[in-house]
């Protein structure tokens, strides 16, 4: 029997570890406002520990230099390091770079490996994706950003938004147009930017709900980029010759791992909002009990924990599809959390404001950044309505047109009747 919810000890003893060094270790770095620099010199003994516990990079195989764990054990992980912000770049698996490096690890050159992969595995350089464009998001087919071959180079001309650590990147991983002469499926490719290329203009970092006052250059931005007759390499395509016009299989390899790793991350964040919400329950008094003998709020635990626990199910199972089939079979099951999972975020850490009162509006809880930052999870990867309509796509491939339903009474009936008309008295039925 091959159903099993269960954690084998040795790896249990990982995640025990990983909760009290969370929870000790980088937790209290939350409530420093700490610059860049000294964020790096705080963090770096902090990821050499994580190193010597074998835990780095837990997201690729192990021959390609990471700690080969699996998806079903990194979304355990997750689960941990989602609870803090800081916490998946400590372990050395924080997104995008997570996302790109399993984009060349899976679509890469050995070359381009060796080049980009490995320093970045090593966290000694920092990568963005940048795909998203002002006039198409949603819809890739819409991108316009184009590369034209010019005897050993590509040239890039296009306007980017919402490339995410775009102003703090080494490398920017560039989809665009590489034959607009084909459908955009077999038109687009994928290119590796070095940052310092001449022509790539960082606009800015685009201010948002989660960052209203970040400055540009900070780590965490959302770096508006022109790309004016940006010259590279040809071999700088990703996959080199092969990857030409690879760009959309490319984008799911890399979308469907990143999707299901932020799943895996909103499991911590949403356990965290959860936690607040029942010591509070627990803690207030108001209007002649506690709130947890309010049956309002023990509708919202009973939902909250009924809801998470859905996500992790789904997430888990996601995971595990993955590591017996991979990413692109498992599309159905990824789009499932991908929506699921933003959804019960968000609403779990309304709550959990909510219970709080003026409180939970405050900024002497982490709620309102929760808040802020799980909205977005509604839109980045791909809105909710854009997974719901390939889920709907993908499920009504099983389905067939009827005229009558199939599970029509009358017509059933009349089968059943001539199915057994031997054992049946018929004229006593048709009476
Ligand atoms: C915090 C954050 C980080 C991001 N990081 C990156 C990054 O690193 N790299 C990158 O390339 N991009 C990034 N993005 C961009 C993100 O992937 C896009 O915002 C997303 O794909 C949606 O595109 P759009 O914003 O252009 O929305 P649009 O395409 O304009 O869609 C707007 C809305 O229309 C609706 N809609 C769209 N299609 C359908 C449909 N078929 N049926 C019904 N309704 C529909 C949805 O409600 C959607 O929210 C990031 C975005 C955010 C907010």
């Given amino acids: 029997m091959a159903w099993d919810f269960s954690t084998e000890p040795e790896f249990e003893e990982k995640l ?101 992969m490995r320093p970045l595995l090593d966290g000694k350089i920092r990568s963005a994706f940048s795909m998203t464009e002002p006039g198409a998001g949603a819809d890739p087919t819409l991108l316009v950003t184009r590369a034209e071959r010019d005897g050993d180079e590509w040239v890039i001309n296009g306007h980017k938004w919402f490339t995410s650590n775009g102003s703090t990147a080494d490398i920017l991983i560039v989809m665009a147009v590489s034959n607009p002469d084909v459908h955009p499926y077999q038109g687009s490719s994928m290119f590796i930017v070095p940052v310092d290329t001449p022509g790539v203009e960082i606009v800015r970092d685009i201010p948002t709900m989660a960052e209203p006052h970040h400055v540009t250059g900070q780590l965490g931005g959302h770096a508006e980029i022109i790309y004016r007759d940006v010259r590279i390499p040809f071999d700088h395509i990703v996959g080199g010759q092969a990857g030409l016009g690879q760009g959309f299989t490319l984008a799911q390899k890399r979308l469907g791992p990143g999707r299901i790793h932020h799943a895996m991350r909103w499991l911590g964040q949403g356990q965290r909002a959860f936690d607040m919400l029942c010591e509070r329950s627990l803690s207030r008094y108001t209007h002649g009990s506690t709130l947890a003998e309010k049956q309002m709020v023990q509708d919202w635990i009973a939902t909250s924990a009924t809801e998470m626990q859905a996500a992790r199910l789904l997430t888990l199972h996601a995971a595990w599809k993955m590591d017996q089939v991979g990413a692109s079979k498992s599309r159905v099951e990824i789009a499932m959390i991908k929506w699921w999972g933003a959804k019960v975020l968000y609403e779990v850490i309304d709550r959990a404001i909510q219970v709080h009162g003026s409180l939970g509006y405050t900024t002497d809880l982490p709620l309102e950044s929760m808040y802020r930052h799980a909205r977005a999870a509604r839109i980045y990867d791909g809105p909710d309505e854009v997974h719901k309509v390939t889920l709907a796509r993908q499920i009504l491939k099983r389905y067939e047109p009827h005229d009558v339903p199939s599970d029509h009474v009358p017509s059933r009936r009349a089968a059943a009747i001539e199915k057994f008309a031997d054992q049946l008295d018929t004229a006593a039925l048709n009476s």
């Fill in 16 to 116: 025990e570890w990983m909760r009290g060094f969370v929870r000790e270790e980088i937790e209290p770095l939350e409530t420093l406002d700490l610059d860049d620099d000294t964020l790096r010199r705080l963090t770096d003994p902090l990821k050499a520990q994580v190193r010597a516990q074998g835990l780095w990079a837990a997201h690729l195989p192990a021959e390609l230099g990471g700690g080969g764990f699996g998806q079903v054990k990194l979304g355990l992980m997750h689960e941990i390091l989602g609870r803090c912000i800081y916490a998946p770049s400590i372990f050395g698996n924080n997104a995008p770079d997570s996302g790109n490096s399993e984009l060349l690890a899976e679509g890469g050159t050995e070359e381009q490996k060796e080049r980009w």
